[in-house]
């Protein structure tokens, strides 16, 4: 998966057909290799993505599911706050914030045969695991005053999980009640145990795509040690294809030239690829969003991800800047 660019996107099955192909041969004429497709499978859609050449990975979501079956026969699969609210009926931040325990075996089982239904299929080139980690416990500074937060600390209706799956899990393991830590974010064991147990979550995931012949990527958050901080997210231990962390710049009050220095970490951590996710929305001119590409690309990303919408002069710095990458290897 080395060298390649990715346009993060959804399933549109209203369009027409003649629209989709022109969609997807002119991202092919843009220096774009594949797109992360979420929205569930469309067979006439897969189909003109293979059809202008491009790679196919469609996106889940993994432990944030709102699935109607999970919520009226399981409802003892969600996660539970210190302060005792279930992700079911009491979901943080947002309605869509229902996140199921990746301790629970039924669970894992759910979450592989969802993998295994996109890895069957035979247009697909990849999975994409998307929201593959607890809650945020801490949301990027950016987005603080859009909640009426102050997140300098963990707070307890943010700190997730404390369901009595993942309680008896931990006493197994432990010997001790997670609800009876005072200290919860500098308890290394608690910790720990829960970045363990997405970590164990994605090997099976990952082992599903690989006997599928698939290969397996995941948008995560900028950093490793701050996808730890932030939602219990220990991705540099993943056996995966290639990832995709969302440096999403504004997010976290930086410039666009921060975009780099988290590639410089991401690179250091771990050995597979490294697709620097970036957020359109975020880049206020085409300079400043060359900015932001070529200190990814020059930081050592082994390509670029876009997720948002791209106008035509962007689309311009995008080819210009990462055609211009690839000459120079070629002349080199």
């Not at 009876?180 to 599903?208: C, G, K, M």
Request: hydrophobic fraction near 35%.
């Amino acid at each position: 998966m080395n060298g390649k660019h990715w346009v993060w996107d959804s399933v549109n099955r209203g369009a027409d057909a003649s629209a989709l192909r022109e969609k997807y041969r002119t991202l092919r004429s843009r220096a774009s290799d594949g797109v992360f497709l979420g929205g569930g499978i469309d067979d006439r859609e897969f189909e003109i993505v293979r059809e202008a050449g491009l790679e196919l990975h469609p996106w889940m979501w993994t432990t944030n599911r709102g699935d109607a079956w999970i919520r009226e026969n399981h409802p003892e699969w969600y996660m539970v706050s210190r302060s005792g609210k279930s992700c079911l009926d009491k979901p943080p931040y947002v309605d869509y914030y229902r996140w199921v325990s990746p301790v629970v075996p039924g669970v894992q089982a759910y979450l592989k045969d969802r993998v295994a239904e996109l890895a069957k299929h035979p247009a697909v080139n990849g999975v994409h695991l998307d929201y593959v980690r607890y809650p945020d416990v801490i949301l990027p500074r950016g987005l603080w005053g859009k909640y009426g937060l102050d997140q300098s600390e963990e707070l307890p209706d943010y700190d997730f999980d404390y369901s009595e799956a993942a309680c008896e899990a931990f006493r197994a393991a432990s010997g001790r009640d997670p609800k009876e830590i005072l200290d919860p974010a500098r308890d290394q064991e608690w910790l720990h145990f829960r970045y363990e147990s997405v970590n164990s979550l994605v090997r099976q995931l990952t082992s599903v795509a690989h006997e599928h012949g698939k290969e397996i990527t995941a948008a995560v958050f900028p950093t490793p040690s701050m996808s730890r901080r932030i939602c219990r997210q220990d991705w540099d231990k993943w056996p995966l294809d290639g990832f995709c962390p969302m440096i999403y710049h504004s997010f976290y009050h930086e410039t666009a030239a921060w975009i780099g220095e988290c590639v410089i970490e991401n690179i250091q951590a771990v050995r597979q690829p490294v697709y620097a996710g970036l957020y359109m929305p975020a880049f206020k001119s085409p300079g400043e969003f060359r900015t932001g590409l070529e200190a990814a690309i020059k930081r050592g990303a082994a390509g670029i991800s876009l997720f948002g919408g791209v106008g035509e002069e962007y689309w311009a710095v995008f080819e210009e800047t990462v055609k211009g990458k690839v000459a120079r290897e070629v002349s080199a």
